[in-house]
């Protein structure tokens, strides 16, 4: 079981920010207004809780601990920017723990993916735009 130590702070710092950049580019993928983006966060970190308290991965529950939370400036909210930038951090960050950990691989790609999903569940069910970019972080989790 891999944990926070096995990854340099550089790829931990790009772990986090593949959690908080999944969540991010479903809430603003239906250009969520302030009410729904709430929900979504609160949805996503009730799910994010949940897994640091009860994954049987140690890395899931080391990330969904947290960490340093810096926000990733390199995520605008310009759509295609976002995309780019997300998909770009989610394909580095699963190619780390491919590297360093492959036996946690599907549990990392299980939780980003429970992640986007709680965020698209969170104001009354997936809409179109939602499932494209959850198509799209599956994509980009190698």
């Known amino acids: 079981m891999a944990t926070k130590t096995d990854f340099s702070e550089e ?3 790009t772990l986090i920010y593949s959690v908080q950049d999944a969540m991010a580019f479903v809430a ?3 250009g969520a207004h302030f009410w729904e ?3 979504e966060a609160t949805a996503t970190g009730k799910y994010i809780t949940a897994q640091a308290k009860s994954s049987p991965s ?3 529950r080391d990330l969904a601990m947290g960490g ?3 926000r ?3 995520l605008t909210a310009e759509p295609a920017a976002m995309e780019a930038e997300v998909t770009r951090v989610l394909a580095e960050a699963s190619k780390s723990v491919a590297d360093v950990a492959p036996d946690e691989l599907a549990a ?3 939780f ?3 992640v986007a999903d709680a965020a698209a569940e969170a104001s009354g069910g997936v809409d179109d735009s939602e499932q494209a970019a959850i198509d799209k972080i599956k994509a980009a989790l190698v």
């Open 28 to 30: 603003f993928s239906n």
């Open 58 to 60: 140690t890395l899931v």
């Open 37 to 39: 983006s709430m929900k």
């Open 68 to 70: 340093s939370m810096k």
């Open 72 to 74: 990733d400036k390199k």
């Open 108 to 110: 990392y790609k299980a």
């Open 11 to 13: 790829q931990w710092q």
């Open 112 to 114: 980003i993916l429970g």
